[in-house]
Each structure stands twice: as structure tokens, then as C-alpha cells.
């Protein structure tokens, strides 16, 4: 009973340090992706080689899910990913947690606050410049994921929330 015991010991050790050191699939750069994917990822071309391997998988599952959209998601989906790919790194983080703050409200607040944006971007460029001084300005609202579903389409920008 021992030697089977630890016979499997031995055996789930090995096999836990194979699986542990097999190599992740690299990502590709951006010469690799095809001619498709650098169109719709077009706005991430400067920054894809700096991206990790979590966050190119996520824009190339947009990039596949891309075609499948209706023509006025697709746009959205390019409008808005130009914004966010010149965000830093903390003001994604910034923008993931308003998202995430923002989803745990009721949906009459969260309607709410998206009415207050847009009248605020409504605005004349120098009334917003003023509330923005005096710390008046809204916070923007958060990034939601353009979803390729064609009764409901998406309403703002992409984040890709950390998984």
C-alpha cells in the first residue's frame, strides 16, 4: 500500500512539474496578427507589443468576435477603442473599478448617471473646461464591452476588466 502510494505521489509530482513548466502560448506580436485582426486592432498597434499575454488574448477574442457585429457596434467598437488604448495603465485600473462600482448600482441610478454625462458632454467645450476646474465634472462613465448581440447594442466604450 505504501510503494502504490507513493508510486501516485511520485506520479502527480511529475506530472504537476510538466503541466507547471510547459510554456504558455505566446501571444502573437503585431507582425504576426493577420492582415483582419491589425485592421480592427488598428488602434492598439503601437502599444500591442507591450501588451501581456491576458490582454491580447481579450482583443483578439474582440478581433473574432468583430465580423459577427452589426456595422453600428463595429464603429462603436473602433470609436471607442482609440480612447482606451491611450489610456495608461492606471487609468484603465481607474476606469475598470468605476465600471465595476457602476454595475452594482440600481439600473435607475446607473441611468441616471449616464443622463448626467451625456448632458455634460453636451456641453460648450468652455462651460465644461469651467465645471471641470471648479471639480464640478462629472467622472467620465466607465468603458462597457461592445456586444455583438443585435437587440441590445452597446452603449459605451470597452473596458477589459482584469480577469
Known sequence: MAKALLALTLWLSVSFSVL?????????????LTQEQQQILAPLATDWDKLNAQRKRKWLGIAKQYPKMAPDQQAKAQRNMRPWAKLTPEERRAARERYKKLQKLPPDKRQSLRQQWEEYQRLPEDQRRQLKAAGKA??????????????APASMPTPLPAK
Do not use: F, V, Y
Not at 510554456?23 to 506580436?29: A, D, G, I, R, V
Not at 462629472?138 to 437587440?151: D, G, L, Y
Open 138 to 151: 462629472p467622472k467620465p462613465a466607465p468603458i462597457s464591452r461592445a456586444k455583438p448581440s443585435a437587440s
Open 20 to 32: 507547471a513548466a510547459a510554456p504558455q502560448k505566446k501571444q502573437p506580436s503585431w507582425a504576426e
